[in-house]
């Protein structure tokens, strides 16, 4: 390992079955006034709705309700949240929810007392520090594969600019605490319980593929990607099996609380064009990650060749015996292909709504970065085109 890191992350999680009856006790520590945030209604289907409402009545709390944060949270909505925190001095912002509830909450407490500038500019744009006052969030997920719920992450999009954009925050809008119950995640669609499974391999895979040097990180990733292939295919066969569901849900966490990234470049590219063709399609976020990465990869390997031969041994456990290195990279490439073929995940970005017109205007507003390779606007036109 040759980088060095400060490693802190406060968020306390609760996981496992009925993990919801901590709640009760950890809002003892807050004031009065609780902005509850939630999505497009299915906490109310599943009844997680109701019982959060209880347990905040048994504690006497006044209860502001923020519905409605769509998948690929919108800023008109950061900022709905944000009157809403400054008008009823809210004490803690609950999300009940998955990565875009969580995410929307994130931006809200950050924008709620920045009153100087335009919070998207400041934040997002030009990813400025937050230095005025934030209110605690924290979280209830109810699907498994962002990692939001114990990290700093808040993707919102401008819908007016086209622009769908990460922000990491600090520790201080790490959610302060997370109630993970595997048994909340058993009535999301299969569709969207793919979708998470894959934006959590990609997590894992853009943190890894990048760098030489002999890494701990590297093994903690090849460790994960491992269990998470595995519980994968199971969950896909059978998705009400609580052990994979279980497993994957806090291989999700862990694979984003920024433990198995440190002391090591990553790479983010792929996520970089997923968040503008999903500014543009509003699709899954997962499934827009699905779709791009075998053509990215594809198109990158040649330059990190001994981790993507790496990659095929120790994640695809593939002979490498009688195989040069680019045979074996290919080769785990191809079992990537696989595996997201045999899932079901989407291989096509025109499946996600895309159209031709699109793909210039998406491959030039994305960020460049990479981890073995620089992509420029011309070559992420190229990977949009393989993957129409
Ligand atoms: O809105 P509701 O009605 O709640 O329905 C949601 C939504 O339609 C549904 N759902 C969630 N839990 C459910 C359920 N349906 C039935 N039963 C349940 N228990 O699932 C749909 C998708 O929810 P969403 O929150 O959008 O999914 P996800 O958790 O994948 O979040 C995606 C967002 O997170 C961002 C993505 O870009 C995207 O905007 N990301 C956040 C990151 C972070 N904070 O670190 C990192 C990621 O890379 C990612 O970019
Ligand atoms: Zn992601």
Redesign the pocket.
Same mark, same amino acid.
């Given at each position: 390992m040759n980088g060095n890191f400060t490693f802190y992350n406060p968020t306390k999680i609760y996981f496992g079955k009925d993990s919801i009856s901590n709640l009760k006790n950890e809002l003892l520590n807050y004031g009065k006034n609780i902005l509850l945030v939630? $999505? $497009? =209604? /299915?906490?109310k289907r599943?009844g997680i709705y109701d019982k959060v409402i209880s347990i905040l009545k048994e504690v006497d709390k006044n209860i502001f309700e923020l519905s409605n *944060?769509?998948? #690929?949270?919108l800023y008109s909505k950061v900022l709905e949240g944000a009157r809403m925190v400054r008008d009823n001095s809210i004490d803690l912002i609950l999300a009940v929810?998955? +990565?875009? *509830?969580? &995410?929307c909450s994130k931006g809200i407490s950050a924008s709620s007392y920045c009153l100087d500038e335009d919070p998207y500019q400041k934040y997002w744009i030009n990813q400025k520090p937050v230095d005025t006052k934030v209110v605690p969030v924290a979280s209830i997920l109810?699907?498994a +594969? !962002? =990692? /939001?719920e114990m #990290?700093g992450? /808040?993707?919102i999009t401008n819908e007016d600019l086209k622009l769908?954009k =990460?922000r990491v925050f600090g520790p201080n809008l790490y959610p302060k605490f997370s109630i993970l119950d595997p048994t909340?995640?058993l !009535? *999301?669609?299969e569709y969207?319980m793919k979708? $998470?499974i894959f &934006?959590t391999l990609s997590?894992l895979m853009e943190q890894y593929f990048s760098g030489n040097d002999e890494n701990v990180s590297d093994y903690l990733i090849e460790g994960l990607m491992r269990s998470l292939i595995s519980n994968a295919k199971v969950a896909c066969k059978d998705p009400q099996n609580y052990q994979a569901r279980s497993n994957i849900m806090w291989i999700a966490t862990l694979a984003?609380n920024t433990l198995v990234g440190l002391g090591k470049t990553q790479d983010w590219e792929v996520?970089s064009i997923e968040?503008q063709l $999903?500014a543009y399609t509003n699709c899954?976020? =997962?499934m827009g990650l699905a779709a791009i990465s075998i053509p990215y990869y594809k198109f990158v390997y040649k330059y990190g060749l001994d981790k993507f031969a790496q990659f095929a041994t120790n994640v695809w456990m593939i002979n490498p015996d009688k195989l040069s290195k680019e045979e074996l990279a290919i080769k785990g490439l191809d079992a990537l292909e696989n595996f997201i073929k045999d899932c079901g995940m989407v291989t096509s970005i025109k499946e996600l709504g895309t159209t031709k017109d699109m793909l210039k205007d998406i491959a030039d507003s994305c960020d460049l970065g990479g981890g073995y390779y620089t992509l420029t606007h011309e070559d992420i036109l190229k990977i949009l085109e393989s993957c129409f």
């Open positions: 939630y $999505g $497009g =209604g /299915s906490i599943t *944060v769509l998948p #690929n949270p929810g998955g +990565g875009s *509830v969580i &995410d109810t699907m +594969g !962002t =990692g /939001s #990290n992450g /808040s993707v769908k =990460g909340y995640t !009535t *999301v669609s969207q979708s $998470g &934006d997590h984003l996520h968040h $999903g899954a976020h =997962g």
